[in-house]
């Protein structure tokens, strides 16, 4: 039986993401699930994007930039950042192709005991009843849930199942009070290579350096700061 690989944001960092799954050494049969981000930030987006698209062993849940490209795209009075417009103008030559699959990807992924999400789940709301708003963009609860000022909504909620998500760039994994960890790490620039033993089944990997050589000088500050470095693996050995 394959393992399942859950990773972080990666932001177009195709490179990065490829010296990861390297230091895994993924497998024929193994599974890697993303917690949505794929695009904006890094110089790669296009080629995360077809990684995905070309090889059924990847899938990914929305994430918000991939979220804001796909309203855009179908019309949406969205406003785009600098970063996403970089973004929908490197995709732009295939836009057909990337349109689709981003409209593709869901909310959440069931890993049954693990539930994937891009950001977090609003505590004592169903999850059918959740709100694209929350499901990508939630940080904390209270009037700005998007905000990073307030309770985390990991240390609120109290469902049954493990939420693994990303979003929120942090140098430790995000755990909440019940000892069931909400697992989120950011990659930081270090010398050595770090590895996190959680539980009996799960192991966290990060990379010990960072590259980013081919951004552009106007991505280059986000390149080097937390958002685009919060790439994590989650082994589940089942």
Known sequence: MGRTIVIGDIHGC???LIDLLDL?????HDRV???GDLTV?????????????DDPRFSSVIGNHDRALRQHWRGEPVRLVRAQKAARDELEFNRNRYSAYLQSLPFTIDLGSH???HAGVRPGVPLKHQMASDLTGLRTMGANPSGREGVPWYE?????????F?????????????????????IRWSSDRVHYRIGSVLECVRLSYI????????LMLSCFWPSIWNTLLLIHRA
Request: aromatic share 8%; proline share 8%.
């Open 14 to 16: 195709f490179d990065e």
């Open 24 to 28: 895994v050494r993924l497998r024929k």
């Open 33 to 35: 699930v993303a917690v």
């Open 41 to 53: 930030k890094g110089p790669k987006s296009r080629e995360v994007l077809d990684l995905f698209i």
């Open 115 to 117: 539930l994937v999400v």
């Open 156 to 164: 609120v909620y109290r469902g049954k199942r493990i939420v693994l």
């Open 166 to 186: 990303g979003h929120w760039p942090a140098i430790e994994p995000r755990r909440a009070p019940r000892h069931r960890p909400r697992y989120r790490l950011c």
């Open 211 to 218: 590259r980013c050589s081919e951004a552009k000088a106007s």
